[in-house]
């Protein structure tokens, strides 16, 4: 059975940081694209950030460039968020998405139907 299961999401101030974890198991995504998406009361989800397999490479949404950080850990089939000087519009349920299908890509800009596995979700507050 694949999951994705998030973690550390949370309320903070503005100005504030977090780190969202997401652990997969189930299925080995070393071969794959890992993604962060978030979705806003009333909004779409959005892709903020990708991480390439390998090493090969990022994606940042233009609202989350040069404050979010996304890594994976490969041996640990785990890939991370890391946010800094978070803002109120930050706000939402922060999903990990994986794209079991493609192998070596992570076509941008992201969609949603590019990846059929999903984590539930961790809401981050960020409060001004």
């Known amino acids: 059975q694949v999951q994705l299961v998030e973690s550390g999401g949370g309320s903070v101030q503005a100005g504030g940081s977090l780190r969202l974890s997401c652990a997969a198991s189930g299925y080995t995504y070393s071969r794959n694209c890992m993604a962060w998406f978030r979705q806003a009361p009333g909004k779409e989800r959005e892709g903020v950030a990708a991480?390439?397999?390998?090493?090969?490479?990022?994606y940042y949404s233009d609202s989350v460039k040069g404050r979010f950080t996304i890594s994976r850990d490969t041996a640990k089939n785990t890939v991370y968020l890391q946010m800094n000087s978070l803002k109120p519009e930050d706000t939402g349920m922060y999903y990990c998405?994986?794209?079991?299908?493609?192998?070596?890509?992570?076509?941008?800009?992201?969609?949603?139907?590019?990846?059929?596995?999903w984590g539930q979700g961790t809401q981050v507050t960020i409060s001004s």
């Open positions: 998405a994986a794209d079991s299908v493609s192998v070596w890509v992570c076509p941008t800009p992201l969609t949603v139907a590019q990846f059929n596995y």
């Open positions: 991480a390439w397999p390998g090493g090969g490479g990022t």
